[in-house]
């Protein structure tokens, strides 16, 4: 039977609960701006309870699991096949969901300006479009990149017309060939999944110090929490940030 001190030590411990829930709120409809989409907000690590009367739930999520820029490229030196090369490659290259990447047609690739264009199937609704760029992997400007030949060599080899899907391939497909890429490079098959290579691409990103909301436009997140994610997993490479500070 709880006892009049055990019941006050609970309002207090609830006041402060609902104190710290209203600051979290705060900082989330100012920094994220969800001011308007609090409702269908999911807060992710942060570690403070929040009352489900304020529109939010906590909800404890593992970190994703991603490659290092080496470990791709231990991947991609396993796998000789020109067409299972490139579609690892652009998976890595483009953070794009495995069913994404299957849906490029030919002309939804612009070598000209150096964009991809994904249509973003995950969303309810409207399938809104978002455009990747090619990204540069030398210094010459002029020069096309490896990356941009190998598109090149690959669409022209396989004689593809611009209605044509890029890759003719099934999802179980694509896994198989990480998964083998995987097990020859030494790597645990526990993060030998398409999707990882969405959450290394991500991290990158990040890594290269591209803004979270660039980040999350490229992606094609609905929700910000989703890409603040990959922050966490950044948590002890903070540092990075404030390397170029010279005094406080």
Known sequence: ?????????????????????????????????????????????????????????????????????????????????????????????????????????????DLYSKVIRLMTLKQKGSKPLRYVPIIEDNDGIENPTPFQDEIESYIS???????????????????????????KAGLDRERAHAHTFRHSFAVNCIMKQIPPAVVQRVLGHADPTSTALYMNILASDLKMFFGNIRKW
């Open 1 to 109: 039977m709880p006892t009049r001190r055990d019941r006050c030590c609970d309002g207090k411990e609830a006041q402060k609960l609902s104190f710290w829930g209203k600051v979290l709120l705060g900082y989330i409809q100012k920094d994220l701006s969800l001011k308007n989409s609090l409702q269908n907000t999911t807060i992710v690590n942060m570690g403070l309870p929040v009352k489900k009367r304020y529109g939010v739930t906590l909800l404890k999520r593992e970190t994703p699991k991603y490659f290092t820029s080496e470990e791709v490229r231990a991947i991609l030196a396993q796998i000789k096949n020109p067409r299972d090369h490139l579609i690892v490659n652009m998976l890595w290259r483009t953070g794009a969901r495995v069913s994404e990447l299957l849906a490029i047609r030919v002309s939804d690739i």
């Open 157 to 183: 080899k396989s004689n593809l017309s611009k209605d044509e899907l890029l890759f003719k391939v099934s999802r179980q497909y694509v896994h198989q060939v990480i998964v083998r890429a995987c097990k």
